[in-house]
């Protein structure tokens, strides 16, 4: 016998509490014990992890919504994110500086245009062998004055 119609079960959470973070804590574990193979590894608790067992995160309305970043709705607002929007622009200009610093150089002359290895007697096949990721200071400069759209996204994609 038993119930025949659909049953749904709520529970209520207060944001910012630690009853909160124990439900989250319970998605995650719930999440990897379907891809981790090792179950005693989804029981590891991270140093990272257990400092944001206790990061109270404001200006949102459910931390939990959040992370499990519900599509149904767009209520996301996460502060952290809009400040490093906010910040971003201020910190690629202090990039700029860096760079105008570093092309003043008196040694910057070899590294403000692509370096061209057969020019330096280098064969093109050990330079692409040995540089993995080439960068000059003129490509550089010319993603730090692009549109705020395709330009870095972050000061570390400027230190790469």
């Given at each position: 016998d038993g119930q025949k119609k659909r049953c749904f079960t709520y529970r209520f959470l207060?944001?910012?509490?630690?009853?909160?973070?124990i439900f989250q804590r319970q998605l995650a574990k719930q999440g990897l014990q379907q891809v981790v193979d090792d179950k005693e590894q989804?029981?590891?608790?991270?140093?990272?992890?257990l400092r944001n067992l206790f990061k109270l995160r404001c200006g949102t309305p459910s931390d939990?919504?959040?992370?499990?970043?519900?599509?149904?709705?767009?209520?996301?607002?996460?502060?952290?994110?809009?400040?490093?929007?906010?910040?971003l622009p201020k910190k690629l200009e202090a990039c700029r500086g860096l760079l105008d610093q570093m092309t003043g150089h008196a040694d910057a002359v070899f590294f403000l245009k692509p370096l061209?290895?057969?020019?330096?007697?280098v064969p093109t096949e050990d330079?692409?062998?040995?540089?993995?990721?080439?960068?000059?200071?003129?490509?550089?400069?010319?993603?730090?004055?692009?549109?705020?759209?395709?330009?870095?996204?972050?000061?570390?994609?400027?230190?790469?």
């Amino acid at each position: 016998d038993g119930q025949k119609k659909r049953c749904f079960t709520y529970r209520f959470l207060a944001t910012g509490t630690v009853e909160e973070k124990i439900f989250q804590r319970q998605l995650a574990k719930q999440g990897l014990q379907q891809v981790v193979d090792d179950k005693e590894q989804v029981n590891t608790l991270s140093t990272k992890d257990l400092r944001n067992l206790f990061k109270l995160r404001c200006g949102t309305p459910s931390d939990t919504h959040d992370k499990l970043r519900c599509e149904r709705c767009m209520t996301i607002a996460d502060n952290e994110d809009i400040e490093a929007t906010n910040v971003l622009p201020k910190k690629l200009e202090a990039c700029r500086g860096l760079l105008d610093q570093m092309t003043g150089h008196a040694d910057a002359v070899f590294f403000l245009k692509p370096l061209v290895a057969p020019d330096h007697g280098v064969p093109t096949e050990d330079y692409e062998q040995k540089v993995k990721q080439p960068m000059d200071l003129g490509t550089i400069r010319i993603k730090l004055n692009l549109p705020s759209d395709k330009t870095y996204d972050s000061v570390s994609g400027f230190s790469k």
